[in-house]
């Protein structure tokens, strides 16, 4: 088995561990406030984290590509104007693509 398939089947278990441990803890420890915090906030900083890396990372190397540049740029405008998330991702591949077609990135 190599490193790789070790890490998804390490990574899978550790998933099915958490959301069974929501469904099995007492209400009493899930009531916590630094739980409750720490939940709400892990998805937004592993978003973040995929953010970053999808948009400055070209393999292991960081990398500056204009497209993807401007398509995060266009997404955070749309999120400013409150637009929904699907709206927020083709505004965000629309202005990607439409500066590659171009020729522009």
Known sequence: MSGTWLAVLVTSAGCFALKLAGLALPERILARPWLSRFVDLVPVALLAALVAVETAAKGTALAVDPARL????????????????????????????????LGIA
């Open 70 to 101: 401007a398509g995060l740029a266009a997404a955070v405008l749309a999120l400013m104007l409150r637009a929904p998330f699907l709206v927020v991702v083709v505004v965000a591949a629309a202005t990607a693509a439409g500066l590659r077609l």
